[in-house]
T-cell receptor
């Protein structure tokens, strides 16, 4: 499972509140990713990181920010949660010469009321 | 731009039936292609991959061949089991950048009945 954990695994919050999701890896991988999974859309990339303090936007980054102050932790923050951010969030790491193979964490199910 | 299109689901089969899940892609250059599987309540797992044209990826009885001429990467299995019930995602990794960003299809749910 490439040593990836996500916390919390489930969260219910209210519209307008800030939320932070944590992804932790134990194998020193350089690249980490945050995706969201929604019915009919598959997985869509929110943000990714290619090293400590190095991050970039993905396909659906609006309303999300990320931080990576240590190799092992990649945080996803919803500054002011909205109901459209109700989703399942997956963290992933990649490896390989072209970073082409990814392993995924178990996911965080977020409900914004 | 890059995109992946999968056949609509759900797909319902009887045990030991033949499975095909269609996947076509749009991409510039020579992307790498993947199939991921998601069992109920779990994260995605890599099922198989192919990194160049005519490569065949295989794992656990599943196969897919990278067909550049038809821009396809269809998933097949000769005899499905109840334990294969899951959601299957086709994905591509674009040629350029080496950033590992994946572009996923919408997923196809497979239900296998005993």
């Amino acid at each position: 499972d490439a040593g990836i954990t996500q916390s919390p695994r489930h969260k219910v919050t209210e519209t307008g509140t800030p939320v932070t999701l944590r992804c932790h890896q134990t194998e020193n991988h350089r690249y980490m990713y945050w995706y969201r999974q929604d019915p009919g859309h598959g997985l869509r990339l929110i943000h990714y990181s290619y090293g400590v303090k190095d991050t970039d936007k993905g396909e659906v980054s609006d309303g999300y920010s990320v931080s990576r102050s240590k190799t092992e932790d990649f945080l996803l923050t919803l500054e002011s949660a909205t109901s459209s951010q109700t989703s399942v969030y997956f963290c992933a790491i990649s490896f390989g010469l072209a970073q082409e193979t990814q392993y995924f964490g178990p996911g965080t199910r977020l409900l914004v009321l | 731009g890059n995109s992946v299109t999968q056949m609509e689901g759900p797909v319902t089969l009887s045990e030991e039936a033949f499975l095909t899940i269609n996947c076509t892609y749009t991409a510039t250059g020579y992307p790498s292609l993947f199939w991921y599987v998601q069992y109920p309540g779990e994260g995605l797992q890599l099922l198989l991959k192919a990194t160049k044209a005519d490569d065949k990826g295989s794992n656990k009885g599943f196969e897919a061949t990278y067909r550049k001429e038809t821009t396809s990467f269809h998933l097949e299995k000769g005899s499905v089991q109840v334990s294969d019930s899951a959601v299957y995602f086709c994905a591509l990794s674009p040629t350029s950048g080496n950033t590992g960003k994946l572009i996923f299809g919408q997923g196809t749910t497979l239900q296998v009945k005993p």
